[in-house]
Nanobody, 119 residues
Framework: QVQLVESGGGSVQAGESLRLSCEAS????????MGWYRQSPGNERELVAE???????NTAFSVKGRFTLSRDDTWSRLYLQMHNLAPENTAVYYC?????????????WGQGTQVTVSS
């Protein structure tokens, strides 16, 4: 199992920046992909950005150029640097990890951290 704990959310004005952090523990070595998703009221959870161990990074078009995903070498800490935030970025942001096995996969989620951007 993998445990994920997010931090760094808060309330900011449009144009400001925030940095989200996710600390992973447990079976980190079995993690194939890690990233951030977000969910705003009335909407489905959506990908923000995610790495995988094959070297791919998948970033939502709406945040490209403003949000940057990074991690430490051990995959135990994941960060999302968000610049030039806008009200439409308001959501609960979730850290996500996917573990692959020979026959299936498991998804793990943090508890979420609220990001609120006011105009």
């Amino acid at each position: 199992q993998v445990q994920l704990v997010e931090s760094g959310g808060g309330s900011v004005q449009a144009g400001e920046s925030l940095r989200l952090s996710c600390e992973a523990s447990g079976s980190i070595g079995s993690v194939y992909a890690m990233g951030w998703y977000r969910q705003s009221p009335g909407n489905e959870r959506e990908l923000v950005a995610e790495f995988d161990r094959d070297g791919r990074t998948n970033t939502a078009f709406s945040v490209k150029g403003r949000f940057t995903l990074s991690r430490d070498d051990t995959w135990s800490r994941l960060y999302l640097q968000m610049h030039n935030l806008a009200p439409e970025n308001t959501a609960v942001y979730y850290c996500h990890a996917r573990v692959l096995t020979a026959v299936t996969y498991y998804d793990y989620w943090g508890q979420g951290t609220q990001v609120t951007v006011s105009s």
